[in-house]
């Protein structure tokens, strides 16, 4: 059973930082890429990054600068550390399985003061 697990999220200043984790299991991560997405309420998902199996990355120009997604195929995670938040950046945020389609169930990150 495939299995995708966020964790990280929480309430934040604006300027600070969060990492967030996608834990897997179920399937042969090293082999495939992740991305990260969020979502506001009454609006659609949007893509914030990518990673590649090989580790190639890829954002979001609203996220450029201050995001950074990685991953560990050693644990079979992948990370999006998020640095100067801003309050815009308030959502809840999934990781993804783009090739096989798998979600997870979100975490929410709150940025206000």
């Known amino acids: 059973q495939v299995q995708l697990v966020e964790s990280g999220g929480g309430l934040v200043q604006p300027g600070g930082s969060l990492r967030l984790s996608c834990v897997t299991s179920?399937?042969?991560?090293?082999?495939?890429?992740m991305s990260w997405y969020r979502q506001t309420p009454g609006n659609e998902r949007e893509l914030v990054a990518d990673?590649?199996?090989?580790?190639?990355?890829k954002y979001a120009d609203y996220v450029k600068g201050r995001f950074t997604v990685s991953r560990d195929n050693t644990k079979n995670t992948a990370y999006l550390q998020m640095n100067s938040l801003k309050p815009e950046d308030t959502a809840v945020y999934y990781c993804?399985?783009?090739?096989?389609?798998?979600w997870g169930r979100g975490t929410q990150v709150t940025v206000s003061s």
């Open positions: 993804n399985q783009p090739f096989l389609g798998y």
């Open positions: 179920g399937y042969s991560f090293s082999t495939y890429g």
């Open positions: 990673i590649s199996s090989i580790g190639g990355t």
